[in-house]
């Protein structure tokens, strides 16, 4: 089955900076990656995601790369600001048939 | 909109005694899945729905978990009877089918019901 890995699992920046969360997963056949955002005491929230014919999306300060050859993606977070603070994961799918998420990473942004 | 909404928010209860989860999923979502977080383990899928038929209970831990989705609109998770080892926080997400040209379609999840069995 799927196996998504994610690093790092913690990660700490200064406010204005930028930060960078990598996955890999094992199935090529996966198709589809979204990344979600929790906070304390809240379910997962999708931030942005990315399909397998694609190699890049862009929202605001959030962008999320797909290297399918390498089976690797990556969320990148420019201009951090503290409300930028959670639990991201990034997670991996082929059709829906087998959602697998990464185990997550804690994102600090210090003011 | 409703996003999802899960009952209770907070569960306490006794070794022994059966738990029953509830979630009511996004109007006109036709997938229904359900989640344990757990520090340990992370978020693992214990099974999911299209059309109220459940398609893949393979993460349900044993026996004595069991979900029902009656409707549309309404799903529950039962564990009967509990151990303090299903501890942890349990999440409904839905999302619009996950199968033919509707597929990969993002999963929205509701806040979850934090378990404690003592």
């Known amino acids: 089955g799927e196996n998504v890995e994610q690093h790092p699992s913690t990660l700490s920046v200064q406010e204005g900076d930028s930060a960078v969360i990598k996955c890999t997963y094992s199935?090529?056949?996966?198709?589809?990656f979204p990344w979600y955002k929790q906070e304390l005491g809240k379910g997962p929230q999708l931030i942005i995601d990315?399909?397998?014919?694609?190699g890049e999306k862009k929202d605001q300060r959030i962008a999320v790369t797909l290297n399918k050859t390498a089976k690797h993606f990556s969320l990148h977070i420019t201009e951090t600001q503290p409300e930028d603070s959670a639990v991201y994961f990034c997670?991996?799918?082929?059709?829906?048939?087998?959602?697998?998420f990464g185990p997550g990473t804690r994102l600090s942004v210090l003011p | 909109d409703a996003g999802v909404i899960q009952s209770p928010r907070h569960e306490v209860t006794e070794m022994g005694q059966e738990v029953t989860l509830r979630c009511k999923p996004i109007?006109?979502?036709?997938?229904l899945f359900w989640y344990r977080q757990t520090m340990m383990r992370g978020l693992e899928l214990l099974i999911y729905?299209?059309?109220?038929?459940?398609?893949?209970d393979s993460g349900m831990p044993e026996d004595r978990f069991s979900a029902k989705m009656p409707n549309a609109s309404f799903s529950t998770l039962k564990i009967q009877p509990s151990e303090p080892r299903d501890s942890a926080v349990y999440f409904c997400?839905?999302?619009?089918?996950?199968?033919?040209?509707?597929?990969?379609?993002?999963?929205?999840f509701g806040d979850g019901t934090r378990l404690s069995i003592l």
């Open positions: 997400a839905s999302s619009f089918p996950q199968y033919g040209q509707g597929a990969n379609q993002p999963q929205h």
């Open positions: 199935d090529s056949a996966s198709n589809y």
């Open positions: 990315i399909r397998s014919n694609v």
């Open positions: 997670a991996a799918s082929n059709y829906g048939q087998n959602f697998v």
């Open positions: 109007s006109g979502h036709n997938s």
């Open positions: 729905f299209n059309n109220n038929v459940p398609i893949d």
